[in-house]
């Protein structure tokens, strides 16, 4: 839209342009401490809560509540969450930190990732990110926010996946299927790979997590099942899930979107959009009724399905599991569902036209799906419209909760406190300082040449006088190495989330001397 600025008439030209304005900073709000995010992130790491994914769930839904007032932006509209999400200004393509993989499988199958590295070689969590419906690593604006909270702003290395149901996937691929038992077998088979000693990549990997999205979540919840009959002996080969507005329930999700009214008719023509090329995968697709490509995709599918597409006997199913031609039943795979360990957070909103909630997360926070554990907990949520999260919730919180919740299962991972400190006894400060003193900062974008970042810095005191100024940060002592001559916009950006989302500034008396103390946390 934006490279041909005369294609479109004044003034939806404007608005175009103002919605693609919407660069994500991750700025911290100012919250009272009973709900400082910092406060709830160390509960979530508690050793005494982080061995119960119920009591993390509860403790997460807990803060959802208590501190909504605090925690929600207040933009809770259907078009604001979705314009909202679609719009952020991100190249991920163009990021000198991301770099285009293939993930061969078995079965001839490929799968296209996008491996987020931080260049230090050091072992870090690597969080692998299932995509959604439709999405692959060349266009997936609805899970844009992810990558940046999970690479960008935490210190995880990323690798994330195509959904089976995009584009390259049926472009790349003999055989064509989707849902949460194919990408579940993947998932297992990938976490394998990057565990395996004879993959360079496995160099970098202290533990494995997967985050998954919307279609791409079904796949999390059965690898999930799946991790617990294809660990090795000395630990888990997946260390935890975490899974947002989720499918649980395939058949029904699916019959609602293709129920008929005007969602069915729009879900339609995008999934024809999505999906050219599957007539060659598909022959019976070549014709089908107006508005029903998607109903009779779905059913060619589910009739001639033979099997996983990366199904090998080395990946153990559940005992009474089998793999074969039942598409519906093998995706319906909660019946096997038992005494599993590693730990499964779901975030899930009450307001989903696209993955209902009463049809899916809700089915398992009551009961209605019955399973033998108690390793999942749905965090359900009254803001946002499927996955829309960031708009209507504080997108630092988000950050430090999906950050927080990854490290508590991270037991080898550790990180050390950077800190720079200023004493401020000159005369310009000399009487400004009172009990009542508190400083805040803002992050400048740092310029392409620029070894350091210029962080201006805000100090009020309880008479209401402000006084600022500006430290300089060095980028040699952040959680990523930046090796070529001069930054990339990509970089530039990511660097001011980065800050905004990791440094931490206070006020403190030294020896009766009001000093500056600005800190921020990077691997060992």
Not at 15 to 30: D, K, N, T, V
Not at 388 to 396: E, G, S, V
Not at 434 to 446: I, N
Request: aromatic content about 10%.
């Amino acid at each position: 839209m934006t490279d041909s600025p005369g294609r479109y008439p004044e003034p939806l030209n404007f608005i175009l342009e103002s919605l693609l304005s919407w660069i994500p900073r991750g700025e911290a709000r100012l919250m009272s401490a009973a709900c400082a995010n910092d406060v709830w992130a160390d509960r979530l790491k508690d050793k005494r809560v982080q061995s119960s994914a119920q009591l993390q769930g509860a403790l997460v839904q807990k803060y959802f509540q208590d501190c909504r007032g605090e925690i929600e932006t207040g933009d809770n509209g259907y078009f604001a969450n979705m314009k909202g999400m679609m719009t952020m200004k991100y190249a991920p393509q163009e990021h000198p930190f991301l770099r285009r993989v293939i993930v061969n499988l078995p079965g001839n199958v490929k799968l296209k990732g996008l491996l987020g590295l931080k260049g230090d070689m050091k072992r870090r969590p690597l969080v692998i990110l299932r995509l959604g419906i439709f999405s692959n690593v060349e266009d997936f604006k609805p899970e844009r926010a992810w990558l940046m909270m999970l690479f960008e702003q935490s210190p995880f290395n990323v690798l994330m996946l195509e959904n089976m149901s995009s584009a390259d996937f049926i472009a790349n691929n003999s055989q064509f299927s989707f849902g949460g038992y194919d990408e579940g077998i993947q998932n297992i088979l990938v976490a394998r790979l990057l565990a395996d000693p004879s993959e360079p990549l496995s160099q970098l990997v202290g533990s494995v997590h997967i985050f998954g999205v919307s279609l791409g979540g079904q796949g999390v919840l059965f690898s999930s099942l799946l991790n617990k009959y294809n660990s090795p002996k000395q630990g888990a080969l997946i260390n935890s899930f975490t899974a947002l507005c989720p499918v649980v329930d395939l058949k029904k999700t699916m019959e609602s979107l293709t129920q008929g009214g005007v969602k069915s008719a729009f879900v339609d023509f995008w999934g024809r959009q999505r999906l050219r090329g599957l007539d060659q995968k598909i022959p019976s697709l070549v014709t089908y009724d107006s508005f029903a490509f998607l109903t009779k995709t779905i059913s060619e599918i589910a009739r001639t399905y033979h099997g996983g597409l990366s199904y090998v006997s080395s990946v153990h199913l559940p005992p009474g599991m089998s793999d074969g031609a039942d598409f519906w039943g093998l995706n319906n795979f909660w019946k096997y569902y038992k005494q599993v360990e590693q730990p499964v957070l779901i975030y899930a909103t009450q307001q989903d036209p696209a993955v209902p909630f009463e049809l899916n997360s809700q089915l398992l926070q009551n009961k209605e799906i019955k399973i033998d554990s108690k390793n999942i907990r749905v965090v359900d949520l009254p803001q946002g419209v499927h996955c829309t999260l960031p708009i209507p919730y504080d997108w630092h919180t988000l950050t430090t909760l999906f950050q927080a919740y990854i490290l508590s299962h991270s037991p080898e991972f550790k990180m050390t406190e950077n800190s720079l400190e200023v004493e401020l006894n000159d005369e310009e400060w000399k009487g400004f300082f009172d009990a009542g003193s508190k400083v805040q900062f803002e992050v400048q974008e740092p310029s392409k040449k620029s070894s350091f970042v210029t962080v201006e810095m805000r100090v009020e005191n309880a008479q209401g006088k402000e006084k600022t100024m500006n430290l300089s940060l060095p980028l040699s002592q952040f959680d990523f190495r930046f090796l070529n001559p001069e930054l990339s916009t990509s970089e530039q950006e990511m660097i001011v989330r980065w800050l905004n989302q990791n440094l931490r500034v206070r006020l403190k008396t030294q020896k009766g001397i009001p000093t500056l103390k600005a800190t921020w946390p990077t691997a060992l």
